[in-house]
């Protein structure tokens, strides 16, 4: 394949094991809350659209909050209260589920726009020798784009296998560095020094299982 905008993307995203996924998606929604905040608060049409799906995720809604922005926060919330206060007045709890469970967040959909076009450059990627290499020695797919990868192998058996035989690898390593871990955390072995890897392993791990996109909660 030609080697275009997301290739290259994906590419450079590649570091220290992270999901090249995860991360051009958070790159990618980063850019988006910031032009929502800049630009679209005002936008009576996209707010309507964000109250009917009452507000945002939860993920979302906290990770907007960290970007800051007070002025936007109080338009976009006023009409969440306005609207969370009259759902609350009629007293019909059934009225009420989508708090429980929201779905149509504005952010979930662009995240899960991304992940639909950037999963394909990573498996046309392989055929890449420079991108395979790239992948081998600093790129980990999370579990969920794993999935997604190997779904679109179907019929691109020798991919599959490169993908699983690189994983695999990695896997295995993860995972004895977890059981030094866990063996320096018994009372006879607490006086040996942690590597600077097993200081980081158990919080990285929590990535390969977990992807970072909000989509999946």
């Known amino acids: 394949m030609a080697r275009d905008f ?3 993307e994906l590419y450079d995203l590649m570091e220290e094991d992270n999901c090249p996924v995860c991360a051009l998606i958070d790159k990618r929604l980063h850019q988006a809350m910031d032009r929502f905040l800049f630009d679209s608060v005002n936008d009576r049409g996209l707010r309507k ?3 009917e799906a009452h507000g945002f995720c939860n ?3 906290h990770r907007l909050k960290e970007m800051g922005d007070p ?3 109080a338009i976009l919330y006023t009409d ?7 759902e609350m007045r009629l007293n019909k709890p059934k009225k009420m589920n989508a708090y429980l469970a929201k779905q149509g967040c504005l952010f979930c959909e662009t995240a899960a726009t991304g992940e639909k076009s950037y999963v394909p450059v990573m498996v046309e990627g392989f055929a890449d020798a420079d991108f395979v290499k790239k992948y081998e020695s600093s790129g980990l797919l999370c579990a969920a784009h794993l999935t997604q990868f190997l779904e679109k192998c179907k019929w691109k058996p020798a991919i599959a296998k490169k993908i699983i035989e690189i994983n695999e690898k990695k896997y295995q390593h993860m995972i004895a560095v977890l059981s030094e871990i866990k ?5 006879q072995n607490q006086h040996e020094v942690w ?3 097993e200081k980081n392993m ?3 791990v929590v990535s390969v299982m977990n992807d970072l996109s909000g989509i999946r909660k």
Do not use: G, M
Not at 80 to 86: K, P
Not at 183 to 187: C, H, I, S, T
């Open 49 to 51: 659209k964000i109250a």
């Open 80 to 86: 969440f209260l306005t609207q969370l206060s009259a």
């Open 202 to 204: 158990w919080k990285k």
């Open 183 to 187: 063996r320096k955390n018994d009372y």
């Open 195 to 197: 590597t600077d890897e």
């Open 6 to 8: 997301v290739w290259h």
């Open 59 to 61: 993920f979302h809604a």
């Open 71 to 73: 002025l936007a926060h």
